[in-house]
Structure formats: C-alpha cells, structure tokens
T-cell receptor, first 113, second 112 residues
C-alpha cells in the first residue's frame, strides 16, 4: 500500500535545542498532518496542511512549533526551542483528498533530555 | 472532555472468538468515522471507514454506525493472534481534509 516515510526514526536532543522532523508523504497526496502520541496512548492531532497553508491546528500546536513543505519536498515539523514535554512519537500522515483515508508513517520518536 | 470515547479500555479474546469495540462521540458535528489499528512500534493503519447509518462489512470486520446516538462499533469475527493491537475510532466533521480526531483507544489481546 501507499507509504509515508519519516526521518529520523529516533532522535535524542537537549532541551532548548531545535529539532526538525521530516516526512515524505505519498506522492500524489494533497493533505498532510502531524499527530503526537505519548507512551502508545491516544493519537493527538497537532496540525493539518494543504496547498502550502496550515488549515487547522490544535492547542497542542504551541508557538514553538512550525510546519512547512517547501516546493514539494519534505513536509517538516520544526520545534524551536524544545521542552521536556515534547518527548513523544510524532506521526506524519497524508491523504489524497479531503475525507479520504489518512496514511501514516512509522513515526519519529523524539526524546528531549 | 474527550470528544471521542472508546470502550472497553482493553479486551481479551480467545483465538477464533468475537471482539466487540465501542465508540461514542460527544460532538454532533462528527459525521465521518474510521477504525484504525496500530501494532506495537508501527503507525496506525486504516481498517475501514463508515459514513452512513447501518452496517459495513469488510472480511472479518464489521462496523456499525448510528448517527442519531453518535455511536460506532467494530466487531472482529474469528479473531486471530495477529489482531492483537491498539484499535482507534476516529472521527471527522466533514470532508475537505479536516482534522481527524482519534478516540481513547482499545487494546485487544487475542490469546491462542
């Protein structure tokens, strides 16, 4: 089936540093998403993105977070500066159109120390 | 308050048995529902979507939607050990790439 690739799979970073999580969505998909999951619990929506713009963001999407997809390259989630509570697995997803099924990557495990 | 609640929190089923999962939304704007499954160490994968009242069957999986009560269920027939996973109900307000909100999750364990 369609594959969403996420890089890196794991990252350990010092609190206060910047981190960029990269996502290579399914090639013809148009909608992109980031979710946060702590300790294998609930998947929490962060943000969705379409046509170069953020469509919606949740309260978890703090001012320190930003997303972009410059010129069809990776869809990125940047956290600057990082905080201890940002430790989690971050999942990228993409969908072909609105209302279509989301396809998720395998996640990027972020540990902030 | 969670907008999408699932029950039970965990469920043990013998191999070959039936697993029944429930999901209730507190937001009447949610009209589109999915069931996702997540195996340990992996990302969630969609099992099926259901948008209309009634039943929808795909293989061993049957979903049921009642929009009036905002209740969705998933039944897994002839459960296999490979069905052991975390199951999420997810809901969206409308089509158009809107946020997909996940439920609290049900952990299913199928014992041989």
């Amino acid at each position: 089936g369609p594959k969403v690739l996420q890089i890196p799979s794991h990252q350990i970073i010092d609190m206060g540093q910047m981190v960029t999580l990269n996502c290579d969505p399914v090639s013809n998909h148009l909608y992109f998403y980031w979710y946060k999951q702590i300790l294998g619990q609930q998947m929490e929506f962060l943000v969705n993105f379409y046509n170069g713009k953020v469509m919606e963001k949740s309260k978890l999407f703090k001012d320190q977070f930003s997303v972009e997809r410059p010129d069809g390259s990776y869809f990125t989630l940047k956290i600057q500066p990082t905080a201890l509570e940002d430790s989690a697995v971050y999942f990228c997803a993409s969908s072909l159109g609105g209302g279509n099924t989301l396809y998720f990557g395998e996640g990027s495990r972020l540990i902030v120390v | 308050q969670q907008k999408v609640q699932q029950s039970p929190e965990s469920l043990s089923v013998p191999e070959g048995g039936m697993a029944s999962l429930n999901c209730t939304s507190s937001d009447r704007n949610f009209q589109y529902f999915w069931w996702y499954r997540q195996h340990s160490g992996e990302g969630p994968k969609a099992l099926m979507s259901i948008f209309s009242d009634g039943d929808k069957k795909e293989g061993r999986f049957t979903a049921h939607l009642n929009k009036a009560s905002l209740h969705v269920s998933l039944h897994i027939r002839d459960s296999q050990p490979s069905d052991s996973a975390l199951y999420f109900c997810a809901a969206s307000e409308r089509q158009g790439g809107r946020a997909l909100i996940f439920g609290t999750g049900t952990t299913v364990s199928v014992s041989p």
